[in-house]
């Protein structure tokens, strides 16, 4: 579970940053089989920081899906976030690891996003699920080095691996909402942890909108090691 927060005008009565990943994981988790090769640079900043040194990412090659929870017309749009971080996230790939995608049908979800004033989409694993007031929450549930698939509500299917719960009263501007969200996209893509500079998009109070070349590196670090979980 990764959780971050929003713009610091709305933060003061939030916790900064409160990862409950070190409550999760109790077990031994082994290393996921598809090693990638291509040389990769350096991460700009530690990319399992909030994993307790874990690090996760997609199967080589995966299409991860993206669905948006409906909701009614308002000042803000989520949706239109969600696409915009799916368009910046997936300019960083160097040799096609994973390609988002955003789709229509929840049962064919690997990733649910919604807003808190929705109710939980999913039935939650084995890990426990504890925003504890977050602008922004990233959860999955890693079992013996595989984040664990979850049931969509009114659902008998289990596709959803990962789930992105955004506070949007936290977020007054529609640039706000669309740097929380990539910041939780960078989450849910593999980066396990957060920037020192406020410049950056995985930031701890994020206000740009798009990965900067320390976010990318950081990530294409991540798609060519091996990993400890495999969403």
């Not at 940053?17 to 070190?22: D, F, K, L, N």
Request: contains cysteine; aromatic residues 6%.
């Amino acid at each position: 579970m990764l959780h971050s927060p929003s713009l610091p005008r709305r933060v003061a009565r939030r916790p900064a940053c409160r990862p409950a990943w070190r409550v999760i994981i109790a077990i031994l988790l082994t290393a996921a089989c598809d090693n990638p090769t291509a040389v990769r640079p350096d991460f700009a900043y530690n990319p399992t920081d909030l994993t307790n040194g874990q690090l996760y990412r997609w199967s080589i090659g995966a299409r991860v899906r993206l669905f948006v929870e409906p909701m009614g017309a308002g000042g803000v749009d989520l949706a239109s976030a969600v696409q915009r971080a799916v368009s910046a996230w997936n300019a960083v790939p160097q040799g096609r690891e994973f390609t988002l995608d955003v789709v229509t049908n929840r049962d064919l979800a690997d990733v649910i996003v919604y807003d808190r004033s929705i109710p939980q989409p999913v039935v939650t694993g084995s890990c426990p699920f504890n925003p504890s007031g977050a602008a922004g929450y990233t959860y999955f549930c890693p079992v013996n080095g595989r984040a664990e698939r979850l049931r969509p509500l009114a659902s008998t299917v289990l596709t959803t691996a990962l789930v992105i719960r955004v506070d949007m009263t936290t977020t007054a501007t529609q640039a706000a909402l669309d740097a929380l969200v990539a910041h939780e996209v960078g989450h849910a893509v593999g980066i396990g942890g957060h920037s020192p500079q406020t410049t950056d998009v995985m930031y701890t109070r994020p206000t740009v909108r798009t990965p900067t070349d320390r976010d990318r590196n950081t990530l294409r670090n991540v798609l060519g090691r091996a990993a400890d979980i495999t969403l």
